[in-house]
C-alpha cells in the first residue's frame, strides 16, 4: 500500500478551495497552510495566461526530509506518509532546508484568525494539536484517511481535478488515471520518487 | 587592580548581558526575529557557522604544525586550543537556541541518523570542542605518539565539521557555489584564513602575517574562479571578492615593507604584527562572517521551486533584527569571556 494522489492540471482552475479545506479541516492558525497553489502567468501580453500548481506534500519516496532529520521526528509510514513526530520535533529547520518543493513550515507562534476577536471554540480545540517551535506538513489528511474519507482537498475540489488512492495497485481508479493520462510528479529530476502525480495542463 | 583582571572583568559584564539575551531568545522564542518561512535560518546559524569555522581553522592550523613537529609553538598552541575551545562552544550556543524545542536536542544521542548533516554538526562540534579541551588541560600524555594521534584526530574532525556546513541546502540548491560536498574548497581556505587571522590578533609571539598571506591569495583564485564559473548563476560573492583583495594588497604591503619575502618566513617566531597586517587580520575575520552569509542566508534567497513557479513569490532579502544582533553580540562576549578567562587561568594573571 502507497498512497498517491494525481492532480490533472487541465481541469483545476485555482479556486483555492483545496486550500480552504485544508486549513478547515487541519484547523492550522494564522499563517500557516498546509497546501498552496503557486500562480503563474504564461506567454506574452495579450495572449498570457495564468496557470495554477496545486500542491499538497508530494510524500516522497526518497524523502530528503527525512534523512536531514538528525533526532528521526520525520518518519515515512509502510503506506507512504510522511509525517513529523510533533512530540519529538526539536524544530532544527533542517528538514524545511532540505525540502525541494517547499512543503513544510515552522510554527513560530500560534495566532489566531481574528487577532483583536477571542480564540473562536474551534481553534481553540484544533490549536492543541499544534507545537510552537516545531515543524508542520501535509499528512494526505491521514486522520481523515483511518475513517475511511478521502483527504479534504480531494473531496472539496469543485471540478474534480484530484484522484486519491493506492500507487501499488495497479488496478486503483489512480494508477489507470496516471497510465492512461501520462501522468509526472513535479521535478522528477530531483529523485524524491514523489507520490503526487500531475496531468499537465 | 591589574589591566588584565580589568579586562576580565569587563568581559563578563558583557557576558552576562549576552546571557540575559540569549536567556530573553530562549523564553519567548522567534517572536521579534525576522526568521520567516522563506529565511528559516538567520544571523544564529550564520554565527554558528562562522564561529565553528574560526575555530576549526586554528584547530587545523595547530594540527598540521605539530604533525609537521614545528618547533617552538607551544605559546600558540596553547592559546589557540583555548581560542578554539571558546569558539566551539559559542557556535553550540547559537545552534542550540536556533532551536523550536532546545531541550530536545539531547534527542541527538539516541537516534544517530547519519544521513543527516546535522547529526554530523552536532558530533563533530562536540568531539572538537573535547579535543581542545584535552590540550588545554594538558591532560595528553607529552609523546610524540599521543600528540600525533591528537592532532590527526583535530584535523579530520575539524575538517570534517567544515564540510558538513556545505551540505545543508545540497537537496534543493543549484549545485556549485557552496553546495559541493566534502570539498569546499573555498569554505576550508576562509576556515585558514579566519584562523590564522584570529591567532595574529590574540596576541601570540608569533609572526603568521606569510600565512595569512598565502591563504588569502589562494582564496582569491578559488573564489574569482567560481565567480568566473557561475557568472550566469548569479551569485553574489563580489564583496568577498573585493574584501579579499584589499587583505592581499594591506599584506603585499606589509610583507615589502618589512622585507619578510625570503623563504621560511611563512611562520616566524618573532614579536607581534604590524598594524598593517593586524588590520588585514581583522579585515579576514569581516571576510569570513560575510563568506558564512553567502552560505547561509544567499541560498535561502532564492526561492525554492524554480520558474516560472515561483514568479510571485516573495523575493525580500533578509535582515537580522535588533533582537538577533544583540543575542548574536551578547554569544561573541560570552566567548570572549570563556576564552580570556582560561587564558587568565593559564596564566595565572
Ligand atoms: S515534499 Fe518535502 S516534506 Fe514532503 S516528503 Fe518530499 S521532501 Fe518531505
Ligand atoms: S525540524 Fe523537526 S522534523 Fe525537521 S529536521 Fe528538525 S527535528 Fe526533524
Ligand atoms: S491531503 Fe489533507 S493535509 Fe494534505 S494538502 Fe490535502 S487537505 Fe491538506
Redesign the interface.
Known amino acids: 500500500m502507497r498512497y498517491g494522489m494525481l492532480i490533472d492540471l487541465t481541469k483545476c482552475v485555482g479556486c483555492n478551495a483545496c486550500t480552504v479545506a485544508c486549513r478547515n479541516h487541519n484547523g492550522t492558525p494564522s499563517g500557516i497552510s498546509l497546501h498552496k497553489i503557486m500562480k503563474y502567468e504564461v506567454g506574452k501580453f495579450p495572449h498570457s495566461k495564468m496557470k495554477f500548481l496545486p500542491m499538497p506534500c508530494m510524500q516522497c519516496e526518497n524523502a530528503p526530509c527525512e534523512k536531514a532529520c538528525p533526532i528521526g521526528a520525520t518518519v515515512k509510514k509502510s503506506n507512504g506518509i510522511v509525517e513529523v513526530l510533533a512530540d519529538k520535533c526539536m524544530g532544527c529547520r533542517g528538514c524545511v532546508a532540505a525540502c525541494p518543493y517547499d512543503s513544510r513550515q515552522f510554527v513560530w507562534e500560534i495566532k489566531n484568525y481574528y487577532e483583536q476577536a477571542p480564540v473562536t471554540l474551534f481553534e481553540k480545540r484544533k490549536q492543541k494539536e499544534f507545537q510552537k517551535g516545531t515543524v508542520v506538513k501535509c499528512t494526505f489528511c491521514q486522520k481523515r484517511l483511518e475513517h475511511g474519507l478521502e483527504p479534504a482537498c480531494v473531496s472539496t475540489c469543485p471540478s474534480q481535478c484530484r484522484i486519491f488512492g493506492d500507487l501499488d495497485d495497479p488496478g486503483s481508479e489512480l494508477s489507470k488515471a496516471i497510465a492512461a493520462g501520462n501522468a509526472r510528479p513535479f521535478r522528477e529530476d530531483l529523485e524524491t520518487n514523489p507520490s503526487v502525480y500531475y496531468i499537465n495542463g | 587592580m591589574n589591566l588584565e583582571t580589568t579586562i576580565l572583568f569587563i568581559l563578563c559584564f558583557f557576558a552576562l548581558a549576552g546571557g540575559a539575551a540569549i536567556l530573553q531568545q530562549l523564553i519567548h ?3 521579534k526575529t525576522n ?3 522563506h529565511y ?2 538567520g544571523i544564529y546559524v550564520q554565527g554558528c557557522f562562522f564561529l565553528s569555522s574560526l575555530a576549526a581553522g586554528v584547530l587545523i592550523i595547530l594540527s598540521v604544525m605539530i604533525l609537521l613537529n614545528i618547533k617552538g609553538i607551544s605559546r600558540l598552541a596553547e592559546t589557540g586550543s583555548i581560542i578554539a575551545f571558546s569558539l566551539f562552544i559559542g557556535s553550540q550556543i547559537l545552534l542550540g537556541i ?5 531541550s ?2 539531547i ?2 544521542l ?2 544517530k ?1 547519519f ?5 554530523w554538526d ?1 558530533y563533530t562540534l562536540g568531539s572538537s570542542t573535547v579535543l581542545c579541551l584535552i590540550y588545554y588541560l594538558g591532560i595528553l600524555p607529552q609523546t610524540r605518539g599521543a600528540m600525533l594521534a591528537w592532532s590527526l584526530l583535530s584535523l579530520l574532525i575539524a575538517y570534517l565539521c567544515l564540510s558538513v556546513h556545505t551540505m ?5 540548491a543549484k549545485g556549485g557555489y557552496q553546495t559541493n560536498a566534502f570539498s569546499g574548497l573555498e569554505t576550508l581556505l576562509s576556515s585558514l584564513l579566519g584562523g590564522t587571522a584570529l591567532l595574529m590578533l590574540s596576541g601570540i609571539q608569533m609572526r603568521l602575517s606569510g600565512l595569512l598571506l598565502i591563504l588569502a591569495v589562494l582564496l582569491l583564485g578559488t573564489t574569482a574562479s567560481h565567480n568566473i564559473a557561475l557568472l550566469r548563476q548569479n551569485h553574489n560573492s563580489k564583496s568577498v571578492l573585493i574584501l579579499n583583495l584589499a587583505i592581499v594588497l594591506l599584506l603585499l604591503v606589509e610583507q615589502s615593507t618589512e622585507k619578510f619575502l625570503q623563504a621560511g618566513s611563512i611562520v616566524t617566531p618573532t614579536a607581534g604584527g604590524s598594524i598593517v597586517a593586524l588590520t588585514a587580520a581583522a579585515a579576514s575575520l569581516v571576510l569570513v562572517f560575510i563568506e558564512k552569509f553567502n552560505a547561509v542566508i544567499l541560498p ?1 534567497r532564492e ?4 520558474e ?6 516573495d523575493k525580500s532579502p533578509y535582515r537580522p533584527s535588533l533582537k538577533e544582533i544583540n543575542v548574536l553580540i551578547g554569544c561573541f562576549a560570552i566567548c570572549a569571556f570563556i576564552g580570556y578567562g582560561l587564558l587568565y587561568v593559564k596564566a595565572g594573571w
Open positions: 522564542g522567534f517572536k526568521l520567516c518561512d528559516v535560518w536556533d532551536l523550536g524545542k532546545p530536545r536536542a534527542l541527538m539516541k537516534s541518523n544521513h543527516s548533516p546535522l547529526t552536532f545543508f541546502f545540497l537537496s534543493r535561502q526561492s525554492i521551486l524554480p516560472p513557479y515561483n514568479q510571485f513569490q
